[in-house]
């Protein structure tokens, strides 16, 4: 790192269970994040200001103007701008230092697979299930973390899944997939702007943890929030042996 480096991350640095060599690894970390919304925001946000060298922002839709309450990466001058755009041009102006690589696009079948291989973590901010298990599949083929977050209404929850570890439990083993699924969503539903920037930056958290190796990430245990009490529970999970992803990977 260069003198300029050393002052920005500063704070990091002065972590002792960061240090330079964890702030060295985020500064050579390649971060793919599925969804520019209100869980990507914050947490892309969060990773760009802490240095994360390389991110990939991948959404296919556009800045609407029922984003702005919650999707603190846009702004109303970029309504109707592809988000994983507007995301790069926050993002750069919070760090003009890092990589950012937006793709206008819904990742699936082997797009989706080479860019889960081309990263050293994944960070699900989607909104759908059918996107939430794809990404996973990718996950566990090619053995990549994947913190997972998820928001709707006053209720938001993350955890990681990270096969890396032999007794690591993928997202299907907690949420197995079903052919039909009653699925909420914020367009319908709503959803309290504050908690999606409260997972969203834990997401973030959780990402600097697995990149720099430091901590007790989230694996198998899911962090629930109830934010019109403002209380926590954790419900810890585990492997499913029968899981048709991750136990014949294993």
Request: a negative charge.
């Amino acid at each position: 790192m260069d003198d300029a480096q050393l002052l920005r991350y500063a704070r990091h640095i002065l972590l002792d269970e960061l240090g330079i060599e964890g702030q060295e690894k985020l500064l050579a970390a390649r971060v793919l994040i599925v969804g520019a919304g209100g869980l990507g925001s914050p947490a892309a946000m969060y990773l760009a200001a802490a240095g994360v060298g390389h991110i990939v922002l991948a959404d296919d839709d556009v800045v609407d103007i029922g984003n702005l309450q919650r999707q603190i990466m846009h702004d109303t001058a970029r309504l109707d701008v592809p988000k994983a755009e507007s995301g790069r041009q926050t993002l750069n102006a919070i760090n003009p230092f890092i990589t950012v690589v937006p793709r206008v696009e819904r990742l699936d079948g082997a797009a989706l697979s080479q860019a889960v291989a081309d990263v050293d973590v994944v960070l699900d901010c989607c909104d759908n299930f059918a996107t939430r298990h794809a990404v996973n599949r990718a996950c566990v083929a090619h053995r990549k973390p994947l913190v997972s977050g998820a928001a709707i209404r006053f209720s938001g929850q993350v955890s990681v899944f990270d096969l890396r570890r032999a007794d690591a439990p993928c997202y299907h083993c907690l949420f197995p997939e079903a052919d039909e699924v009653d699925e909420l969503n914020c367009a319908t539903t709503g959803v309290l702007g504050p908690l999606v920037g409260i997972v969203g930056s834990m997401q973030a958290a959780e990402a600097i943890k697995v990149i720099a190796g430091i901590g007790e990430p989230l694996v198998g245990r899911l962090q629930c929030l109830d934010a019109l009490t403002m209380q926590w529970h954790q419900i810890k999970y585990r492997q499913d042996p029968g899981c048709p992803v991750c136990a014949s990977a294993r």
